[in-house]
């Protein structure tokens, strides 16, 4: 008989904490944990990053070591030796490429996941003077080539393919750059929106504390993109409205009209930070 009465006990309690509370935890559960899968991604990537820089500074030195060895205490150069001293260099261009869009790549990676691991960002600043002291090293040997008798046509060439990765890589840096700052909405009806695969509704516990979710692979089609700094006001045509997608609280403020509500992002990194997705169900 005690335990028949544990079952109604328990639900009065679900009731006493409230639906929209219990939804919200369920919300803010599931939440921590993408975020927690987030970071394991960062920290994975971040790994692989290492280890790639690594190796490619250490194969950089090899190529110096070599093209030193070749042009000390020389003046004068054969057409092979040319060749293979020019085809270095570009090897070096390339290596020292790769690492400057690894360790770009690597701090967005960080700043969208807000990774925080002791001496992660100590690590990241290492690589980065790594790459810089690198950098130097094979400008001053760029100049000892400037001052032998192939230099000339060898470092026109070689600054005409300089160019272009400069330009690849400013290119593919305001690629990255567009992407952090874009951002997805949509808001609707419930009906419309569960029609259009984008969200569902969990039956909670004996038919409380049902709340509206996200669908695992829901639909985007129908969302519309923004550049999070630029737009940071949605004015929904809608008496009552409700966030379905988790942002934090004190990110965002809500202000009231007649006919219509306006949702105000006062924090853009802070709201978008759990998810580049707001969902917003209107009434």
């Not at 929209?20 to 970071?39: D, H, I, P, R, T």
Request: aromatic share 6%; with cysteine; proline share 1%.
């Amino acid at each position: 008989m005690k335990k028949l009465l544990l079952i109604p006990s328990i639900a009065v309690l679900m009731m006493a904490c409230g639906g929209s509370e219990l939804g919200q935890l369920q919300k803010e559960n599931a939440q921590l944990k993408v975020q927690a899968a987030q970071k394991d991604s960062a920290l994975a990537y971040f790994l692989i990053a290492f280890s790639d820089i690594t190796q490619n500074l250490s194969n950089i030195k090899l190529t110096e070591d070599s093209i030193i060895q070749k042009i000390t205490g020389k003046t004068n150069f054969t057409d092979e030796e040319k060749e293979g001293i020019i085809k270095n260099v570009q090897r070096i261009n390339i290596l020292m490429q790769q690492n400057r869009e690894i360790i770009d790549t690597l701090k967005m990676n960080v700043m969208v996941v807000d990774v925080s691991m002791g001496s992660f960002d100590v690590i990241v600043d290492n690589l980065t003077h790594q790459i810089e002291s690198k950098n130097s090293e094979v400008n001053q040997l760029k100049g000892q080539l400037a001052s032998s008798d192939f230099a000339a046509e060898s470092l026109d060439y070689h600054l005409d393919q300089l160019m272009m990765v400069s330009d690849k890589q400013a290119e593919i840096i305001q690629k990255q750059e567009k992407e952090l700052h874009t951002a997805w909405y949509i808001h609707g009806t419930f009906k419309k929106l569960k029609e259009q695969g984008i969200i569902t509704k969990d039956k909670g516990f004996a038919g409380i504390g049902r709340t509206e979710l996200l669908k695992k692979d829901f639909n985007k089609e129908n969302f519309t993109k923004i550049d999070i700094r630029k737009n940071t006001e949605i004015t929904l045509e809608s008496k009552k409205i409700k966030l379905v997608t988790v942002h934090s609280p004190e990110s965002y403020k809500i202000e009231e009209t007649e006919t219509s509500k306006k949702l105000t992002i006062t924090d853009p990194i802070e709201f978008w930070h759990a998810s580049k997705y707001l969902v917003v169900i209107t009434e």
